[in-house]
C-alpha cells in the first residue's frame, strides 16, 4: 500500500478515550461556532497531523497537530506565565534532567504551557511560559524579535575596546554579531555590564564573551519587553495582567 501524501484526505478516527469531537476541537479554540466548524472541515480547510479530514464526527487528540487554512490551533485556555527563575533548574520540558523550571509552575495553570526560549541552569531571571503559537511566533520567528535586558557579571573587568566592539558590533566567524545596547552598571566594578539583545535565549551573550576571552560568572535577564521582576521575587511566577498581555502583543 502507498504512503498517503500531505494533502490526501484521512477518514480512520484514532481510537482512544481521549478524544474530542473536530468540531468541539475549532470552537474550543475560539475560531468559530461548531456549525461553522462542520462547514470548513467538509470543504478541507482542516488537517490532523498533516492530512485533511473531512469526516463528520471525527475525533482528535488534544495532542494531535489541528490546522485551520494551515495555521495551527489549540482548544485549550491561552495561559501566559511569567516566572522569576532562581539558579539549579534547567529550561526544558523534559522530565529527565532533573530539577526544571517546569517543576516551578507546575501549578500555573491547567494549560500546557511551555517556555520561550532559554536560560542556562546556572542563569536566573524572567522567562515567559505560554501555550499560544501567536506570542511564540513574536520572539522566534520575528525578523526584530523582543528585546530582553540582562544584568552579566564578568571574571574580569571589560576593557574599553571590547566593550566598543560589542557596542559596534563585530564578526565571529564570518557572520555580523550585534546587541541592541550594551552599558556598564552606575556604582559597579566594570565586570558588571547590562545588555540588551533580541533573541530568544542567551547563547549570543556567551558566543560574545568567550570570543573575547571573558568568562560569565553571572547572568540575569532583568526585562522581557515592557515585562520586570517588580514584585516578582525569585522562584514565583505570576499570571500576565490583561494590560500586561496587550502590550506584548503590540511589540
Known amino acids: 500500500m502507498s ?42 480547510s482542516v488537517t490532523v497531523n498533516g492530512k485533511v479530514v473531512t469526516e463528520m464526527g471525527y475525533k482528535v487528540k488534544l495532542e494531535d497537530e489541528v490546522r485551520f ?42 494549560s500546557r504551557i511551555k517556555p520561550i526560549g ?13 501555550n499560544d503559537e501567536a506570542i511564540v511566533k513574536r520572539f522566534t520567528h520575528s525578523n526584530k524579535g523582543v528585546e530582553r535586558l540582562f544584568h552579566i557579571e564578568l571574571d574580569k573587568n571589560l576593557n574599553y575596546e571590547d566593550f566598543k566592539k560589542i557596542k559596534e558590533g ?20 566594570k565586570k558588571e555590564i547590562g545588555v540588551k539583545v533580541k533573541n530568544t535565549g542567551n547563547s549570543i551573550l556567551r558566543t560574545i564573551f568567550e570570543t573575547l576571552k571573558y568568562e560569565i560568572v553571572r547572568l540575569d535577564c532583568v526585562t522581557i519587553g515592557h515585562l520586570t521582576k517588580k514584585d516578582l521575587p525569585r522562584g514565583h511566577w505570576k499570571h500576565l495582567t490583561e494590560q500586561e498581555l496587550n502590550t506584548l502583543k503590540m511589540l
Open 170 to 189: 563585530f564578526k565571529i566567524k564570518g557572520k555580523l554579531v550585534s546587541v541592541e545596547e550594551i552599558s556598564y552598571i552606575d556604582g559597579a566594578t
Open 69 to 110: 487554512d494551515g495555521a495551527r490551533i489549540n482548544p485549550e485556555r491561552k495561559a501566559y506565565v511569567l516566572l522569576n527563575k532562581p539558579k539549579g533548574f534547567a529550561t526544558t520540558t523534559s522530565k529527565s534532567k532533573g530539577r526544571t523550571v517546569m517543576d516551578l509552575v507546575a501549578n500555573a495553570t491547567a
Open 3 to 44: 504512503k498517503q501524501s500531505k494533502n490526501s484526505k484521512l477518514t480512520s478516527k484514532p481510537k482512544g478515550v481521549d478524544t474530542i469531537r473536530l468540531n468541539k476541537y475549532i470552537s474550543n479554540s475560539g475560531i468559530c461556532s461548531r456549525r461553522d466548524a462542520d462547514l470548513h472541515i467538509s470543504i478541507g
Open 118 to 130: 532559554r536560560l542556562g541552569r546556572n542563569s536566573t531571571g524572567l522567562l515567559l511560559f505560554t
